[in-house]
């Protein structure tokens, strides 16, 4: 267990390095923050929308959407590390293999660690602007204490989740040798699932019913709308322990694939 | 011109080497709008228009921009990866070739799986041709021609200016995408529908709205006044190439080998 914190706590420093990136990130989340909220006010604004109003509120969807650019290293399938793609297709796996530790805890570590810098850097700064913008553009505090507390124990629970489904993208590379086109699909679907492209509350009900379905909404779509009380505590509470037989079994399932990956793996040469 | 030509034939030769990466990508880069599409097809499902805007009209700015954006893509792509380029001191050895820098950029990269998006753009925009309620005439169609290639100018102008900072910073930067991406995703709904702030940027900095709104009121039949300067509206945006070209200039100037 202490190699596992102690590589993830190298990629974590690692990680908080690139500042001035993070400076960049965060002017560019704002721009998409408020594009995508002057669309959807304009799409509420419609009459439509007032005589039968959305499950989701306005200002439960801003708060949506400032949490989903303040975590997003928490929720994108397309954040990457390249290094362990070079491990397999270079051929480095082989070193990898050599060391007194599984592979897949040591992965999911490095992975892990390297989202919380991501994420820790940027989140701050745009939460604590986004609670002062003017309407309608201001994030509203949450729900309760209660609710606050569920949502940081199912984003914490989403992130560990969605570290599990990216883990599958870097095991198939085995298969493939190219990260490439078949993750790109992995990505695509999964975020659309977790409703990054529109929330999934919007969505037609057959769609929603897929998205729930599947456990990619748990990782971004149930922590934002628990903490704006969109969800109501008890079912929130419940879904905590989804989220937790989700992540017990995409790690089995991850553990499986990998095992069957390493028997026959071919050490690429050069 | 030649050249150019000459470029692509050997980057589209290399590229074909590796064919189902190549397929695998392309397919890829047709379902990431597709997505994005379909999103916007569910909202309009739920709810009805957009500030009198219908989904067919929508769809048609959609079309366009998106067209315009992977056809720049494709072309300067170049730009896009200059950071590299500069990075590397590789950009010494373009000074040294009597060629134009701009020549040899756009020819250093040139992406063909964005015909994936390309086309997933071609089909939208044929939709929303065919179910917009326009009276279609030659005047039109030629607006529409003039929308999708003022779209490529400024998507070219914005890479090369992002490629021309790299001159002080060596680094790619990522606020580029602001104007990208951003741009791209902005645009892809007519202007009206944002703030004033918004509009007037992209109007008047960079002009997305001369080819994604005061050509589009003609084509609906909305515009008043002169039919002809909201048809000529995208050629403003053509212009804003100009002063990209000449910072480039400018940059080129400045330009201080790495020296690896």
């Known amino acids: 267990m202490r190699a596992y914190v102690s590589a993830g706590k190298l990629k974590f420093l690692n990680g908080l390095q690139y500042r001035s990136a993070a400076a960049a990130g965060i002017a560019t989340q704002f721009f998409w923050g408020f594009i995508y909220i002057m669309i959807f006010v304009a799409f509420y604004s419609q009459p439509t929308a007032i005589q039968h109003p959305p499950s989701l509120s306005l200002p439960d969807l801003v708060a949506y959407i400032w949490l989903q650019q303040a975590f997003l290293a928490f929720i994108v399938l397309w954040f990457r590390d390249q290094e362990i793609f070079g491990l397999i297709t270079g051929g480095n796996i082989a070193y990898e293999l050599c060391r007194p530790c599984g592979i897949y805890e040591l992965w999911y570590a490095k992975l892990l660690a390297s989202r919380l810098a991501s994420a820790i850097l940027r989140c701050l700064p745009i939460l604590s602007i986004a609670f002062f913008l003017p309407e309608p553009y201001r994030m509203n505090p949450p729900a309760s204490a209660a609710s606050l507390a569920l949502f940081a124990a199912s984003l914490a629970l989403g992130l560990l989740v969605l570290v599990a489904v990216s883990m599958f993208i870097y095991i198939s590379v085995f298969w493939t040798m190219s990260p490439v086109g078949s993750t790109l699909l992995i990505g695509v679907v999964g975020e659309f699932m977790a409703g990054l492209i529109i929330p999934v509350p919007l969505m037609p009900d057959w769609l929603q019913r897929i998205a729930y379905a599947l456990p990619f909404r748990w990782t971004a779509d149930f922590p934002f709308r628990v903490y704006s009380g969109q969800i109501p505590l008890q079912e929130a509470s419940f879904g905590l322990a989804i989220q937790l037989a989700w992540l017990v079994v995409l790690i089995i399932a991850g553990k499986l694939l990998i095992k069957r990956a390493l028997r026959q793996v071919v050490v690429q040469g050069g | ?260």
């Not at chain 2, 030659?138 to 102008?157: D, E, P, R």
């Not at chain 2, 918004?198 to 039949?221: E, Q």
């Not at chain 2, 909305?222 to 400018?250: D, K, Q």
Request: charged share 15%; proline share 3%; with cysteine.
């Open chain 2, 1 to 260: 011109m030649r050249l150019y030509f000459k470029y692509l034939a050997i980057l589209f030769k290399s590229q074909m080497q590796y064919r189902t990466s190549f397929w695998l990508l392309a397919f890829g880069q047709f379902f990431i709008p597709f997505f994005v599409f379909a999103g916007m097809y569910f909202l309009f499902q739920r709810f009805g228009q957009i500030q009198g805007w219908s989904f067919a009209e929508v769809a048609l700015c959609y079309g366009v921009i998106h067209m315009a954006f992977s056809l720049a893509e494709c072309l300067a792509r170049g730009f896009d990866a200059f950071s590299t380029l500069v990075a590397g001191g590789d950009f010494d050895r373009v000074l040294v070739r009597p060629r134009g820098t701009i020549v040899q950029v756009l020819g250093s990269r040139f992406e063909f799986t964005r015909v994936g998006r390309l086309l997933q753009s071609v089909l939208v925009l044929g939709w929303a041709i065919a179910n917009v309620s326009v009276e279609w005439d030659a005047a039109k169609a030629v607006t529409v021609l003039f929308m999708i290639a003022s779209g490529v100018f400024i998507f070219t102008g914005i890479f090369m200016l992002a490629a021309t900072l790299c001159f002080w910073t060596i680094q790619g930067l990522e606020v580029a995408n602001i104007f990208t991406d951003g741009g791209r995703e902005m645009a892809q709904y007519p202007l009206t529908i944002y703030e004033k702030w918004v509009r007037v940027f992209f109007t008047f900095v960079i002009p997305f709205g001369c080819v994604n709104y005061l050509p589009l009121m003609y084509v609906l039949g909305r515009a008043e006044g002169s039919a002809v300067l909201y048809m000529l509206a995208p050629l403003a945006g053509a212009a804003f190439l100009l002063p990209c070209l000449w910072i480039w200039r400018t940059g080129v100037r400045h330009y201080r080998s790495t020296g690896s």
